[in-house]
C-alpha cells in the first residue's frame, strides 16, 4: 500500500479498511483479517494495524470478539457515510466555497456541471 505523508498511517489504514466495508469486501457481523494477517498485507507493523482497528472500535465500526477476532458492527456502513459526510461537509466544503469565490465562479456553473455529472451517471 502507498502511504501519504500528509496523513498518519493508521488512518490511511482505517480509511482502506472503511472503503472495504463500503465496497462489500466485509460485511456486517463479519469477520476481518486479524491484526498480522492486515499487517502482512499493508505491509507495516502490526502496533500501527493496532492502532488502526483501536480507531475504527472508537468509531463503532468494528468490534472485537475475544478469542475470535475483529468483527464489524451492524450499521458500520451507514456510521462510515456519517462520518465522511462529516468530515467534507466540516473540512472539503469550506475550501471548496473559497476557490469558487476566489476564482469567481458563478454558482449556476458549478450546478450546471453538478447536474451533467448526474446525468452522465445514469
Same mark, same amino acid.
Given at each position: 500500500?502507498?502511504?501519504?505523508?500528509?496523513?498518519?498511517? /493508521? +488512518? *490511511?489504514?482505517? @480509511?482502506? %479498511?472503511?472503503?472495504?466495508?463500503?465496497? =462489500?469486501?466485509?460485511?456486517?457481523?463479519?469477520?476481518?483479517?486479524?491484526?498480522?494477517?492486515?499487517?502482512?498485507?499493508?505491509?507495516?507493523?502490526?502496533?500501527?494495524?493496532?492502532?488502526?482497528?483501536? /480507531? +475504527? *472500535?472508537?468509531? @463503532?465500526? %468494528?468490534?472485537?470478539?475475544?478469542?475470535? =477476532?475483529?468483527?464489524?458492527?451492524?450499521?458500520?456502513?451507514?456510521?462510515?457515510?456519517?462520518?465522511?459526510?462529516?468530515?467534507?461537509?466540516?473540512?472539503?466544503?469550506?475550501?471548496?466555497?473559497?476557490?469558487?469565490?476566489?476564482?469567481?465562479?458563478?454558482?449556476?456553473?458549478?450546478?450546471?456541471?453538478?447536474?451533467?455529472?448526474?446525468?452522465?451517471?445514469?
Amino acid at each position: 500500500m502507498k502511504f501519504k505523508e500528509s496523513k498518519p498511517i /493508521y +488512518l *490511511q489504514i482505517a @480509511d482502506r %479498511i472503511c472503503d472495504e466495508i463500503l465496497q =462489500g469486501k466485509y460485511k456486517e457481523e463479519e469477520r476481518i483479517p486479524s491484526v498480522r494477517e492486515y499487517a502482512s498485507t499493508v505491509e507495516v507493523n502490526a502496533n500501527t494495524v493496532v492502532r488502526s482497528f483501536d /480507531y +475504527l *472500535q472508537g468509531q @463503532d465500526i %468494528i468490534y472485537n470478539k475475544r478469542g475470535l =477476532g475483529y468483527f464489524v458492527h451492524t450499521g458500520a456502513r451507514e456510521r462510515i457515510l456519517e462520518l465522511r459526510k462529516e468530515v467534507f461537509l466540516r473540512d472539503e466544503l469550506p475550501e471548496f466555497f473559497r476557490q469558487i469565490k476566489t476564482l469567481d465562479i458563478p454558482l449556476k456553473d458549478v450546478e450546471k456541471m453538478y447536474s451533467d455529472y448526474l446525468k452522465e451517471l445514469k
